[in-house]
DNA sequence: TTGTAAGCGTTATCAA
DNA sequence: TTGATAACGCTTACAA
């Protein structure tokens, strides 16, 4: 058996080198602050020894891990991987380095991750939403560590943050949709339990009936997981109702495209029978026929200006509050007034 | 100005709970070592002051870290995002955490990402394909952290890895296309210097050709980036050749609905005038119109396999060699026998 | 410009 | 069952 083989260390690299364990960490951090002779003869051991800084011993001598943190529902959703891109490559560019971690939409699971982060360095931590327990505020609180909030805008709440007005912009498709005739709309929604983005959205589309003096109590809606098929499905039953609505307004894209997608089975067209409107823009938004009405967002806009925004506050330059960002709506073709078919259909004439 | 609170350490705990530090390392490490009234006294404490070990100390005095480096080319590809996914939930069941990192596709970054996965302390690392400097692999040899690769399935490598084989898999695809009947075939591939995946399906392509008497030394080619618009240019190109391609084989599935996004533009019918494949059948293969012929691949089963094989890795139970899964073809509407008006063209007839 | 040496917060070995 | 105490690998005054 070949004898354990263990990583060098500073002390080795000082060692072949010929010079003190400070000299050889000063090459390391402050390469100015040593002379260039010896400066090689130090890089030249490190090459050879393959040597590489132990990571928990800098953080403890030291005090900065130049590390971010970013907790995520889900690396599956695209439009959070597409903003966490954006949010690494500007962090990199900065000399930081990020840590992910995803939570399931838990947030008893997103409590464990951060703590795990945390314990880990992170020196600051983007988080995503406003739920959470009150322990975990504190914890952040005894610990030091500054987080940011993403993918929503409050400027209501203690942790500054950074994204758009949900239910605002929410609201402001809704009211095209009823601003085009329709009166018996529906909507899917993602889980709100975990999730105030899909509750504020909700909420928004009540403000929308509600302005116009439509029923925003009696709104019909379904809750349900992420997915495509959780979406074809909730469109299913939707339809399936006594009375189905002219118009589903759905509380993400994807969602949305599962909507189409089980309309094309049901034989409805879209939007001649029923329109749909989805929310966030993603790729899939223009690839599904008939394209999306929906909501953009812009997410990378949105990382990038997050990690500068959350290093600013690391470092102290700032004490930033909420940000908020604009979210437009594109009109595609799956939104349309209702056909003068349907529209006799909900009358009391026939 | 409130004085710089640090974050409370072991040594804390114990003096509020009148204890030692060993004892109360033990309460949070082997709880059973210490009796019940002590115990209580201790994690009274912690909570009170909100403690959270230190990572760094923790992996410095013990020696394992129960992390796991993964560090993917982009997290915007949703084939990687599922896969990570899949393989982070497989982590955490068994008491692991993920670090992801990501390269945007270039080998220098891998390897500084690498270095910075294994200085914080990851006892094992997920990489994608085989293609990086011999350097590296000397260095994670040095600091004795195993490597598992993803995505690729290679017995001749040295690394252990679990995937399918991408040369096998297109192979049989191009196999289908030519057996249709298509002569003019042409290839929209990922940029090939740092990625093999897209260099063995291009290979694929060739072998099927050259299997079936074709000529596979002049196959057009298009090598660009990842992306649903490059895509589309690059099918452009094709097109507007003086004898366009009867079948565009493509390397992933964001390229090949570009592709057929182009088709749209262009005015042309697919699969009537041109079919298109893709590889890899995400979501969006089956979304668009038409739905797309294309390579299927278990991106959650390799996540989680890959996993456990790692975990089996790290802790010695096992030396893993390659293990090979299955990626097998779907058929859709994207891909039919090529027409008789563009087979006659085609033809020395006309 | 370089070296010495005192921590940093844990874990683990030994004694008690 | 608990407590001292010596590592662990690095950074950073302070001295030389």
Known sequence: MPPKRTAPTLNDVAQA??????????????????????REKVMKAVRLLGYSPHFGARALAAKRTNTIGAIIPTMENA??????????????????TLLVASSSYRTDIEEEQIRSLVSRGADGLLLIGHVRGPSIYHFLETQDVPALVAWTYDKTKALPSIGFDNRKSMRALAEKVVEMGHRRIAVISAAMAANDRARSRVQGVRDAMTAAGLDAENLPIIETTYGIDQGAQAFDRLMGAPVPPTAVICGNDVLAVGAIKQARVLGLDVPGDVSVTGFDDIELATIVEPALTTVHVPHRDMGARAARMLIDIVERKSTSKAVELNADIRFRESLSPPSAWTEDAAGPVS
């Open 17 to 38: 080198a010929g010079v003190s364990t400070a000299t050889v960490s000063r090459c390391l951090n402050s390469p100015d602050q040593v002379i260039g002779t010896t």
């Open 79 to 96: 439009i959070f991987a597409r903003g966490l891109q954006a949010f690494q490559e500007e962090l990199r560019s900065r000399g930081y």
